[in-house]
Nanobody, 127 residues
Framework: QVQVVESGGGLVQAGGSLRVSCKSSLLNFDDYAVGWFRQAPGKEREGVACISRTGSTTKYADSVKGRFTGSRDKAEYTPYLQMNALQPEDTAMYYC????????????????????WGQGTQVTVSS
C-alpha cells in the first residue's frame, strides 16, 4: 500500500509563515505531479496548488496566489508548499496528493486527478 506522509504543519500567528512537505513510499514518486489540498471543518476539500514532476510548472488557487509557493527539491523531488502571509482563513488540514500524470492539468484542482492521498497535517493560524 502506498503511503503519503505530510509534515510541517503547526500553529502560527496571522502574517506568519509555514512550510509543509510530503514524502511517499511510491517507488517512482518523482515521476508524478503533486497537489496540495486543504479542508477546513464543515467545508469541502479544495485545491491549493499543483506542482509538476520537475517543479517547473505550478498552479495555484486564486485565494493563495502571491502568498503560497510550491516547489520540489532537485535531489529527491520532495514537494514543498511555502505558505507566507498566513491568515486565519487558511486554517485547515492540508493534504498532499500524488497525481496520475507528470504535469498539472487544467483540472488540477479536481480530487479525481489524484491517485494517492496523505492523512494531512494541521495548519492553524491565530488572529
Amino acid at each position: 500500500q502506498v503511503q503519503v506522509v505530510e509534515s510541517g504543519g503547526g500553529l502560527v500567528q496571522a502574517g506568519g509563515s509555514l512550510r509543509v512537505s510530503c514524502k511517499s513510499s511510491l517507488l517512482n514518486f518523482d515521476d508524478y505531479a503533486v497537489g496540495w489540498f486543504r479542508q477546513a471543518p464543515g467545508k469541502e476539500r479544495e485545491g491549493v496548488a499543483c506542482i509538476s514532476r520537475t517543479g517547473s510548472t505550478t498552479k495555484y488557487a486564486d485565494s493563495v496566489k502571491g502568498r503560497f509557493t510550491g516547489s520540489r527539491d532537485k535531489a529527491e523531488y520532495t514537494p514543498y508548499l511555502q505558505m507566507n502571509a498566513l491568515q486565519p482563513e487558511d486554517t485547515a488540514m492540508y493534504y498532499c496528493a500524488i497525481s496520475r500524470a507528470a504535469y498539472c492539468s487544467d483540472s488540477w484542482y479536481s480530487l479525481e486527478w489524484y491517485a494517492y492521498w496523505g492523512q494531512g497535517t494541521q495548519v492553524t493560524v491565530s488572529s
